[in-house]
């Protein structure tokens, strides 16, 4: 006899499936970085303050796709933590710049060994996934844009 949930995400939405499967592998990345501290949010908000170096709140909220509310939460609990800090920025001192700390870099180094080092599905797979799903985020960010320009 067949499981009924063996078929269950055969006829989902294209949404619930990205959604669903988002979950389940943030659930797996922050079980795989609870002793550092970190949850998979920190962990992309420490990500993407190295990729575009010093950078002020609302870019980094942009670049991440959350509300700059949301990742104040996030910055004010890695700075607690000692892995960033938020400077005033020169000329405007309602805007802060947030930069890795030498702590910062460190810890997210170890992140991202942890993360590498866990099981993943085939190789094709996770390729083909990967670049399906770069097209599918550049052609909603098109849309996007083009409709904020509208």
Not at 60 to 89: F, N, P, W
């Amino acid at each position: 006899m067949v499981s009924a949930h063996q078929n269950r995400p055969a006829g989902w939405s294209t949404h619930r499936l990205l959604s669903t499967a988002a979950r389940l592998d943030e659930r797996r990345i922050n079980r795989c970085l609870v002793g550092l501290g970190l949850t998979k949010s920190s962990f992309d908000a420490l990500d993407c303050v190295e990729e575009l170096g010093p950078a002020n709140q609302n870019s980094l909220a942009d670049e991440l796709g959350i509300t700059a509310q949301s990742l104040g939460k996030i910055l004010d609990r890695l700075k607690d933590l000692g892995l960033v800090t938020k400077e005033r920025a020169a000329g405007d001192g309602r805007i802060r710049s947030v930069r890795l700390t030498q702590r910062g870099r460190s810890v997210l180094r170890t992140a991202e060994e942890l993360v590498r080092g866990l099981p993943r599905p085939e190789r094709e797979a996770e390729v083909s996934l990967r670049q399906h799903l770069e097209q599918h985020i550049a052609h909603l960010t098109a849309a996007q844009q083009t409709r904020a320009e509208a």
